[in-house]
């Protein structure tokens, strides 16, 4: 807003939209996302998998077409978060005069995070790819047992 036009053009005027409107900029930044963020959220939304409950476990089925296991990490980050992550990397055997005409093959990175249930047992997930298709299991814990009824004799007096 020019304040000359109101007839503010005193420096204090000058001073205070000067202070207004980096106010602006300094909400912005931190309203704006990181780019690790961005990064994170493209390689998730890129990433489709399935999830099942079982009576005894919890199945996250992902493709993984062309993938090598070493490409490939399944962790538990901050105490109960599966991640599933990797890296997909272009060939690197590129022949003199070869060029591509259409690329479609997503490569990069890719990462999906889980927050699994109380009741999912963290050392007992198991991982494996077959076919291009990775399947991490993750057992249920047993169900807490119900609590017995305490009984308290009643004594004579």
């Known amino acids: 807003m020019d304040l ?3 007839g503010l053009d ?3 005027f000058s001073a205070l939209a000067h202070l207004a409107d980096s106010s602006d900029d300094h909400e912005k930044s931190f309203t704006t996302p990181t780019r690790t963020y961005v990064r994170d959220a493209r390689a ?7 999830v099942k409950e079982l009576p005894s476990s919890y199945v996250f089925t992902i493709d993984m077409p062309g993938l090598k296991t070493e490409d490939m990490k399944v ?7 599966l991640v599933i992550s990797g890296e997909r990397k272009r060939p690197e055997e590129e022949k003199e005069g070869v060029k591509y005409l259409r690329m479609e093959r997503r490569m990069g990175k890719f990462m999906r995070k889980f927050v699994l249930p109380e009741n999912a047992n963290l050392d007992t997930i198991s991982a494996v790819c077959q076919d291009g298709v990775l399947t991490v299991t993750v057992q249920k814990l047993p169900p807490p047992e119900p609590k017995k009824p305490k009984t308290v004799e009643v004594k004579v007096a």
């Open 4 to 6: 000359r036009m109101l």
């Open 10 to 12: 005193s420096p204090l």
């Open 44 to 50: 998730m939304a890129s990433t489709p998998a399935d």
């Open 75 to 81: 962790q538990i980050e901050e105490g109960n978060v």
